[in-house]
Nanobody, 121 residues
């Protein structure tokens, strides 16, 4: 499955953005999908994950209450709604797909190319 992440951009602190992860080549409905992010000079960190049905989700503590992951399997797309953005949310955001439900990046087989989110103070 090929993943295409989009929706990044420049936003002021306190603002909102919605990222999209569109799949092609195969239906996304059978996969767990997660978002990870990597800030300059730092490791790639887990952000959020959704089960294949969308009924189960988990979030990194740093984004709980501010970010929401959702999916529309009919559109073969997973979303990350980000609100109350902070400068420390600045990073390249990647979506990834796996057959296993996990927050560990090494367990994800398919990755999108990343989309840059910049939050200004």
């Amino acid at each position: 499955v090929q993943l295409q992440a989009s929706g990044g951009g420049l936003v002021q602190a306190g603002g909102s953005l919605r990222l999209s992860c569109a799949a092609s080549g195969r239906t996304l409905s059978g996969y767990v999908v997660a978002w990870f992010r990597q800030a300059p000079g730092k490791e790639r960190d887990f952000v959020a994950v959704t089960s294949s049905s969308g009924r189960i989700t988990d979030y990194a503590d740093s984004v709980k209450g501010r970010f929401t992951i959702s999916r529309d399997n009919a559109k073969n797309t997973v979303y990350l709604q980000m609100s109350k953005l902070k400068p420390e949310d600045t990073a390249v955001y990647y979506c990834a797909a796996s057959a296993r439900y996990s927050s560990t990046s090494t367990l994800y087989d398919y990755w999108g190319q990343g989309t840059l989110v910049t939050v200004s103070s």
